[in-house]
Nanobody, 125 residues
């Protein structure tokens, strides 16, 4: 199983980025998918999650209204559209897969079966 996150970069406050997470080696449609992030010196935080069928979403309060999680089953890819970026959004962003037999939403790292390698997002002020 491989989750390949990409799309990070260095942007300015107010800019947008779209992260992608390409999944392989698993039945993508049978997994809830999530995004987490970890800033330097801080614990990993939940960002957003999307149910296996794509109809239900859940966001952290810090990103609600600015970020949108989505998935493309034809491409086995998860996305995170990030708008109105702020310096406090700076972190390494990780995608993760959680089997649909587990409860939704999963807002902690526990219960996620697979993790991607992370992509760095840096927002300058």
């Amino acid at each position: 199983v491989q989750l390949q996150a990409s799309g990070g970069g260095l942007v300015q406050t107010g800019d947008s980025l779209r992260l992608s997470c390409a999944a392989s080696g698993l039945a993508f449609i049978t997994y809830h998918m999530g995004w987490f992030r970890q800033a330097p010196g801080k614990e990993r935080d939940f960002v957003a999650t999307l149910s296996w069928y794509g109809a239900s979403t859940h966001y952290s309060d810090s990103v609600k209204g600015r970020f949108t999680i989505s998935r493309d089953h034809a491409k086995n890819t998860l996305y995170l559209q990030m708008n109105s970026l702020k310096p406090e959004d700076t972190a390494v962003y990780y995608c993760a897969a959680r089997h649909r037999s587990r409860t939704f939403p999963g807002v902690t790292g526990e219960g996620y079966d697979y993790w991607g390698q992370g992509t760095q997002v840096t927002v300058s002020s």
